[in-house]
């Protein structure tokens, strides 16, 4: 009886670590992507915004599909790397006013579902 027990308890606190770990799988690309874009943010020239929107944008397919049961992540993931790819757009064009604009943009999206994902 005791070793059914001890079974059973040991099954529950795998299960629990496992998920565990999958939340924080789950997490981990949305705050990847907030960091590179962050720093796209935060950039004082346009290479630095493409490369890091490009790191960014690295990010976004894997957390959506991550997160495809929450409509409001994926919506504000799915806004994120529509600013994501307009500031590298818009670097790559050297108009660093326009590539800060979006990454700024897209990185309050990311913020936002990383909020929600919580």
Do not use: C, W, Y
């Amino acid at each position: 009886m005791f070793n059914k027990f001890l079974s059973v308890l040991m099954s529950a606190i795998f299960s629990v670590f496992l998920l565990s770990g999958i939340a924080l799988a789950v997490e981990a690309h949305t705050a990847a992507a907030l960091e590179h874009a962050t720093a796209a943010a935060a950039a004082k020239d346009a290479a630095t915004v493409s490369t890091h929107a490009g790191e960014a944008l690295k990010h976004i397919a894997p957390a959506k599909e991550a997160n495809k049961a929450d409509h409001q992540v994926v919506k504000h993931l799915d806004e994120a790397e529509g600013h994501l790819k307009a500031a590298a757009d818009a670097a790559a064009k050297n108009d660093f006013s326009a590539a800060l604009k979006h990454a700024e943009r897209g990185k309050v999206h990311l913020e936002e579902a990383g909020k929600i994902e919580k």
